[in-house]
């Protein structure tokens, strides 16, 4: 078993929804056991154009050879309307594998750790979040990398809080909520 960390994002449809059901599915996997999930942030495009992203980092353990997983991301991408018409296009889903187990891997169509990731405050961001000593193979601390990614405009996106307002609303002294966005 090997513990990896995918990065998620998203910027075409419904991209935070989106990013909701594909971790649904990476879950679904018998291959795969979700440890854990960052929180989902909206980020600028970098080196990229459209719509905000919606991104967030998922850690999991995994039967599969690092490859493996790279086809099993490449399908799931697929199966949520992925099409590349061209490098960095807006994108239903991207699935990128940022870091398997200890693995230092360079070959044409895959490289770990994911080569770009620590230019990225879509990455690093909820990586640490997840893991805020993770120390990168031959790289050092990853937390070490989000003062030089400052300028990339990055925010959590508010989680639900529908528990919070069914509660206040069950006490009849309270005002009632106003609806809230699940998604
Ligand atoms: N590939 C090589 N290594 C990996 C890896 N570790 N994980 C190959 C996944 N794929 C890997 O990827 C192109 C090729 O990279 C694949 O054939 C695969 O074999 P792709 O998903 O087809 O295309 P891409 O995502 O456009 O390319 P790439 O190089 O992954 O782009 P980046 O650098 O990941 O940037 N801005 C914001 N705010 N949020 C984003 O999520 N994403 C990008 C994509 C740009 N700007 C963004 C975001
Ligand atoms: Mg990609």
Same mark, same amino acid.
């Given at each position: 078993m090997?513990?990896?960390?995918?990065?998620?994002?998203?910027?075409?449809?419904?991209?935070?929804?989106?990013?909701?059901?594909?971790?649904?599915?990476?879950?679904?996997?018998?291959?795969?056991?979700?440890?854990?999930?960052?929180?989902?942030?909206?980020?600028?495009?970098?080196?990229?154009?459209?719509?905000?992203?919606?991104?967030?980092? *998922?850690? @999991? =353990?995994?039967? /599969?050879?690092?490859?493996?997983?790279? %086809?099993?991301?490449?399908? $799931? !991408?697929?199966?949520?309307g992925?099409?590349?018409?061209?490098?960095?296009?807006?994108?239903?889903?991207?699935?990128?594998?940022?870091?398997?187990?200890?693995?230092?891997?360079?070959?044409?169509?895959?490289?770990v750790?994911?080569?770009?990731?620590?230019?990225?405050?879509?990455?690093?961001?909820?990586? *640490?979040? @997840? =893991?805020?000593? /993770?120390?990168?193979?031959?790289?050092? %601390?990853?937390?070490?990398? $989000? !003062?030089?990614?400052?300028?990339?405009?990055?925010?959590?996106?508010?989680?639900?809080?529908?528990?919070?307002?069914?509660?206040?609303?069950?006490?009849?002294?309270?005002?009632?909520?106003?609806k809230?966005?699940?998604?």
């Amino acid at each position: 078993m090997t513990i990896a960390y995918l990065g998620l994002g998203a910027n075409l449809g419904d991209a935070r929804q989106t990013l909701k059901d594909a971790v649904v599915c990476l879950a679904q996997q018998h291959t795969i056991t979700v440890l854990a999930k960052s929180s989902v942030y909206r980020t600028a495009p970098i080196d990229s154009s459209g719509d905000d992203y919606f991104n967030c980092v *998922v850690k @999991l =353990e995994t039967s /599969l050879p690092a490859r493996s997983l790279l %086809r099993l991301c490449h399908h $799931i !991408e697929l199966q949520f309307g992925r099409e590349r018409p061209y490098r960095n296009a807006p994108r239903t889903l991207d699935l990128d594998i940022l870091l398997y187990g200890a693995s230092s891997i360079d070959e044409a169509d895959l490289v770990v750790p994911h080569p770009r990731m620590t230019e990225r405050a879509f990455v690093l961001v909820p990586l *640490v979040e @997840l =893991e805020p000593d /993770l120390i990168l193979p031959q790289r050092g %601390r990853a937390d070490a990398f $989000i !003062e030089t990614v400052a300028d990339q405009r990055i925010e959590k996106v508010a989680t639900c809080q529908c528990m919070v307002a069914a509660q206040r609303d069950s006490d009849a002294t309270a005002t009632p909520s106003t609806k809230t966005d699940c998604r």
